[in-house]
């Protein structure tokens, strides 16, 4: 037989060594590259053999394993093996697999072994099978485990959260109406107008802490559902300005609009205007007084483009890569000593996944930063 080029070749070769071949599309998710073996048939569906398939579904062992491929320098063509682990196929049938990762310039591959013959006759293989079985049964009970107090955890902060909006609200409510009695700031003591001053302060603080940590809980819980309709960025962004006021002008902030009048985008309204708000409120926070913040529209034929620049204190390299992680350790004041929550960024990310838009930021320290959400055309 003749075959067209070494790819051909190489796939035949792995499929008579009972090898299953996958290519690395994102995360989990695995192609397979060659002719599939028999033995991959009772655990996957042939039909679906053709398709994008998250192979830790199918082989959860490798839930472990993928990680620490993707971790891999690929610099160096990393090659890494998996212990021998069992799984068992639809037919009930007790399988030795093992897998090999190659992390080739960037491109990951794995490669599942089926185990049989002379094998099977091996004492210690089958001992190091069942080890591995057992360890991966422990990992999928401590992550459901894990999973359960999770959902709690945020069970729990959505109800608290809840409970003190109405409180603390008041709290803030009564303050202001006491600063902005002149009457009362002429006739109270400096030592008493301070103490309203700071639990004024202190007070819009947590409620702003605790509007984050409801916004985030629900999140994390689902506990929304898109009500999708066609927005004007111009108008939301408007309104958001308004609403922000009192903010920019403490600094003395120019806040540039830049928006084409019909630029609209299918979203949820509140939780859109959530995260918008919350990337200009962080763009407020770390620019500078008499700084700069400017809000664009643009796009082209794939995509709606909405991009919030600020010319503030940027982002360190380090705190870029987990900026979205929903809370960032290294968060700090901002220019005018704004504390945050660091949950901000996070809840913009899990509101922009939910639309199926994505986010992306460029910064540099002492230059400032430009996030840049963008909408697919098909969805806008």
Same mark, same amino acid.
């Given at each position: 037989?003749?075959?067209?080029?070494?790819?051909?070749? *190489?796939?035949?070769?792995?499929?008579?060594?009972?090898?299953?071949?996958?290519?690395?599309?994102?995360?989990?998710?695995? @192609?397979?590259?060659?002719?599939?073996?028999?033995?991959?048939?009772?655990?996957?569906?042939?039909?679906? &053999?053709?398709?994008?398939?998250?192979?830790?579904?199918?082989?959860?062992?490798?839930?472990?394993?993928?990680?620490?491929?993707?971790?891999?320098?690929?610099?160096?063509?990393?090659?890494?093996?998996?212990?021998?682990?069992?799984?068992?196929?639809?037919?009930?049938?007790?399988?030795?697999?093992?897998?090999?990762?190659?992390?080739?310039?960037?491109? /990951?591959?794995? &490669?599942?072994?089926?185990?049989?013959?002379?094998?099977?006759? =091996?004492?210690?293989?089958?001992?190091?099978? @069942?080890?591995?079985?057992?360890?991966?049964? !422990?990992?999928?009970?401590?992550?459901?485990?894990?999973?359960?107090?999770?959902?709690?955890?945020?069970?729990? $902060?959505?109800?608290?959260? =809840?409970?003190? @909006?109405?409180?603390?609200?008041?709290? $803030?409510?009564?303050?202001?109406?006491?600063?902005?009695?002149?009457?009362?700031?002429?006739?109270?003591?400096?030592?008493?107008?301070?103490?309203?001053?700071? $639990?004024?302060?202190?007070?819009?603080? /947590?409620?702003?802490?605790?509007?984050?940590?409801?916004?985030?809980?629900?999140?994390?819980?689902?506990?929304?559902?898109?009500?999708?309709?066609?927005?004007?960025?111009?108008?939301?962004?408007?309104?958001?300005?308004?609403?922000?006021?009192?903010?920019?002008?403490?600094?003395?902030?120019?806040?540039?609009?830049?928006?084409?009048?019909?630029?609209?985008?299918?979203?949820?309204?509140? /939780?859109?205007?959530?995260?918008?708000?919350?990337?200009? $409120?962080?763009?407020?926070?770390?620019?500078?007084?008499?700084?700069?913040?400017?809000?664009?529209? !643009?796009?082209?034929?794939?995509?709606?483009?909405?991009?919030?620049?600020?010319?503030?204190?940027?982002?360190?390299?380090?705190?870029?890569?987990?900026?979205?992680?929903?809370?960032?350790?290294? *968060?700090?004041?901002?220019?005018?000593?704004?504390?945050?929550?660091?949950?901000? /960024?996070?809840?913009?990310?899990?509101?922009?996944?939910? =639309?199926?838009?994505?986010?992306?930021?460029?910064?540099?320290?002492?230059?400032?930063?430009?996030?840049?959400?963008?909408?697919?055309? !098909?969805?806008?």
């Amino acid at each position: 037989m003749i075959y067209k080029d070494k790819r051909d070749l *190489h796939a035949v070769l792995l499929q008579q060594m009972d090898i299953a071949a996958f290519e690395c599309e994102e995360g989990n998710i695995f @192609r397979l590259i060659n002719p599939a073996p028999d033995w991959i048939n009772a655990f996957i569906q042939p039909t679906l &053999l053709s398709e994008k398939i998250d192979i830790s579904q199918y082989f959860p062992y490798l839930e472990i394993f993928i990680p620490q491929l993707q971790e891999t320098d690929a610099v160096k063509n990393v090659r890494i093996y998996s212990d021998i682990w069992t799984e068992k196929n639809e037919a009930g049938e007790e399988k030795y697999l093992q897998a090999i990762g190659l992390n080739l310039k960037e491109d /990951l591959y794995l &490669l599942i072994i089926s185990h049989e013959g002379s094998l099977y006759k =091996h004492k210690e293989l089958l001992q190091i099978g @069942r080890e591995n079985k057992l360890a991966t049964e !422990k990992i999928k009970r401590a992550k459901e485990e894990l999973e359960r107090l999770l959902k709690f955890k945020n069970q729990f $902060v959505s109800i608290v959260s =809840h409970d003190l @909006r109405s409180p603390v609200s008041s709290v $803030v409510s009564i303050t202001n109406m006491m600063l902005a009695d002149e009457e009362f700031k002429e006739n109270v003591g400096e030592i008493y107008l301070d103490f309203v001053e700071n $639990v004024n302060k202190d007070m819009k603080l /947590l409620l702003e802490y605790n509007e984050k940590l409801y916004y985030w809980s629900n999140l994390q819980l689902g506990k929304f559902n898109l009500d999708l309709k066609m927005l004007n960025l111009k108008e939301m962004i408007s309104l958001i300005r308004s609403r922000l006021e009192k903010k920019t002008s403490e600094k003395n902030i120019s806040l540039v609009i830049k928006i084409d009048d019909n630029f609209s985008f299918r979203a949820d309204e509140s /939780l859109i205007m959530q995260a918008l708000t919350n990337l200009v $409120v962080n763009a407020i926070k770390f620019t500078p007084p008499n700084g700069r913040i400017e809000i664009r529209s !643009k796009m082209d034929a794939n995509n709606k483009f909405v991009e919030i620049s600020d010319n503030g204190v940027g982002i360190k390299a380090e705190v870029l890569s987990k900026l979205f992680s929903g809370y960032v350790k290294e *968060h700090k004041s901002g220019t005018n000593g704004e504390m945050g929550t660091g949950l901000g /960024l996070g809840i913009v990310k899990r509101i922009l996944d939910a =639309h199926d838009f994505r986010i992306e930021v460029d910064s540099e320290v002492n230059k400032g930063t430009t996030f840049s959400i963008i909408i697919p055309a !098909k969805t806008a």
